[in-house]
Structures are given as C-alpha cells and as structure tokens.
C-alpha cells in the first residue's frame, strides 16, 4: 500500500511566521500535491511537482511556495502566515502518467491554525 | 476549464438505506478519468474508483455500485445498504486523460448514516 506521511497532524502558528509542512511517500511516485480544503470549496490545489526540483503553481498559489529537493519528500513553506491560511493541507502522491493520469494517493491532513 | 459540480451538500439516511451521491461535470476533453474519495472523520482521502471515458459501463464493488453517463455528463455513485461507517465526505474528481496533472473536484457530498 501507498504511504503518504504528513508530519504533523495539526499545527498551531502565529501570523507573521515561516511555516513549514512536510511530506513523505514511500512508493517513488514521480507526482505530488498540495492541496487545501475549506468547508463549501472542497479540495483546491497549491502547487504540484513532477520531478525533483520541479514544481508547478496551482489554482490558489499565493502566499505559498514549495521545495522538492528529494523525489520522496515535498515541502509546503507559508513564507509569512495570515490567518487567511488557517485550513487543512492535503498533500497526495502519484505515479508519473503513461497509460492515462493515475490515481493520487493522500496523507492525513495537516490541520493548521494561524492565531 | 473543468467544472465538478456535487450539488447535495449534506445527506442523512437511516441504516441500510441506500443511497445516491450525485457528481455532474463539465470538460471539453474528449478522454478523461473520473474519481470518487472517501474522507472519513479521520481525514485522510482515501481512493474509491477510477473511470475512463471509455469505458461506460457501471461498476460495482461489494455495496458499491457506480452509474457512469456520459451523454448527462454525470458519475453518480449509490451505496446499498448503508452502514454506519459509511459516514463520511465523498468527493468526486476530473482529470484529462493525459497530461495536466491537476485534479479538479467537487465540493464535496457529506453523507451521514443515522443507526
């Protein structure tokens, strides 16, 4: 089975600081995602990356930027949180598409909360 | 632009009820994949079924069964027999069928089952 592995499960920040989400996936998946939910908008998408040091921007990017320095880890950075950021974070892995866009696989969820 | 659209915002039914969750979406892509999630109180997105645009024909999985249309543009996904742990957020998804990763969703359908 697919593992993906977000490091906190909830996250409790002051506006103004540098907030790092991190994940892990053990399956060597070329693709991985971030995503937040928000009650009433459902699951919208960050920044995608599918590569090492690579990434892309996603429907709601701002205020946010990402790191892929390994193809197993993918990092969410809030360079400056507002409590506009204050949501779950989603982050999912998948296999780099060759017969058709493969499923994406989700960690548990970041629950983050900017006072 | 792709558009998922999951019009019942929350639903209650009584144990072994069954029960339909409604998806109705719109792309221009002549191939795509269709998905459904399963976000239990726990939070994880947890991967229920992949459909092509190929492929037309309905599916069914133990109490699971899914009704693919796509002359009404729709993947509607009934539950037979409802339990209780069935109660969950069910979340249906687009994605081409080749590149672009993003994955568009629905807003999400909260299913509640009454014991």
Known sequence: ?????????????????????????????????????????????????????MKEKGDIPEG?????????????ILESASTNQTSMYLCASSLL??????????????????? | AQKVTQAQTEISVVEKEDVTLDCVYETRDTTYY?????????GELVFLIRRNSFDEQNEISGRYSWNFQKSTSSFNFT??????????????????YFGNEKLTFGTGTRLTIIP
Request: glycine letters at 6%; aromatic letters at 16%; hydrophobic letters at 35%.
């Open chain 2, 79 to 96: 539950i037979t027999a409802s339990q209780v742990v069935d109660s969950a957020v069910y979340f249906c998804a687009l994605i081409p």
């Open chain 1, 1 to 53: 089975d697919v593992k993906v592995t977000q490091s906190s499960r909830y996250l409790v920040k002051r506006t103004g600081e540098k907030v790092f989400l991190e994940c892990v996936q053990d399956m060597d998946h070329e693709n991985m995602f971030w995503y937040r939910q928000d009650p009433g908008l459902g699951l919208r998408l960050i920044y995608f990356s599918y590569d090492v040091k």
């Open chain 2, 34 to 42: 269709l998905f459904w999630y399963k976000q239990p109180p726990s």
């Open chain 1, 97 to 115: 598409w060759g017969t058709g866009n493969q499923p994406q696989h989700f960690g548990d969820g970041t629950r983050l909360s900017i006072l």
């Open chain 1, 64 to 76: 946010y930027s990402v790191s892929r320095e390994k193809k197993e880890r993918f990092s969410l």
